[in-house]
């Protein structure tokens, strides 16, 4: 049974099909691994801390900066300067107290891949295309469902790879693991808000994928123009010589 702080924290929730108290205790029993807490991983944290998922694990290596404010809604000038997953902590603690945040600071493969052994969902939140496909790798070896997001510039694309599905792709099938340049956010730029957007997307893909309700965007990859305020929806196979995912062998390598 909910206490009478979680009916009255979470009633919104609770009045809507498919979740009820039920919905709402599998979201407080929940554990997601969240990695990269910039202008992605900003919303998808505040709103799964104001979801009452019960524990959030917080991966991020980088300090605060001026610039990051700009997207990074978590942060504050009051903590720039200080570690991202730091700041978040206060941020998400002064949300929901009763929400457990773990924090992984480091750039430890092991740590990180320990942590994602005991989480439900993952979220990718990371910027860099190396991460990407380390969290990938790890996703398909402990069958861990993966939401994944990107923004720049003006536009953003989110996606679900879950390899509890034998037909399910994963992000290798959908990039190749070879990309000669990198663009980022500091060298192309990007609208913040088209963060956020990409961000709370991720978020609810996650809450229904713990929720188990409605379709999520397993095989299916949404791209948003921000521009034109346009969304496309591009269907996303599994690749049979994907040398990840389709491998009898289970190829393995973080």
Request: include cysteine.
């Amino acid at each position: 049974m909910l206490s009478k702080e979680q009916l009255e924290r979470y009633s919104r929730q609770v009045v809507l099909p498919g979740i009820g108290e039920s919905g709402q205790r599998r979201l407080l029993e929940a554990k997601v691994l969240i990695v990269g807490l910039g202008g992605l991983g900003s919303p998808v944290a505040l709103y799964l801390a104001a979801a009452g998922v019960g524990q959030l694990v917080l991966a991020d290596f980088d300090r605060v900066n001026i610039p990051d404010l700009q997207r990074q809604i978590i942060h504050r000038m009051e903590t720039v300067g200080e570690l991202k997953v730091q700041s978040a902590l206060l941020a998400l603690k002064s949300l929901n107290p009763a929400v457990e945040v773990t924090l992984l600071s480091g750039q430890n493969l092991e740590e990180l891949e320990c942590a994602l052994k005991q989480v439900d969902v993952i979220v990718d939140c990371t910027d860099n295309f190396g991460a990407r496909f380390s969290l990938n790798r790890m996703s398909v070896y402990h069958k861990k469902p993966l939401v994944s997001g990107a923004a720049i510039r003006m536009d953003g694309q989110v996606t679900v790879f879950d390899p509890r599905d034998p037909k399910s792709p994963c992000y290798q099938c959908l990039y190749p693991e070879v990309f000669a340049v990198q663009d980022t956010c500091q060298m192309s730029g990007i609208l913040g808000s088209v963060a956020g957007i990409v961000g709370s997307i991720q978020a609810t893909e996650t809450l229904k994928l713990l929720l188990g309700i409605g379709q999520t965007l397993k095989g299916k990859l949404l791209l948003l123009n921000a521009l034109t305020m346009v969304f496309r929806e591009v269907s996303v196979i599994k690749d049979p010589l994907c040398p990840l995912c389709s491998c009898q062998e289970g190829f393995y390598n973080p």
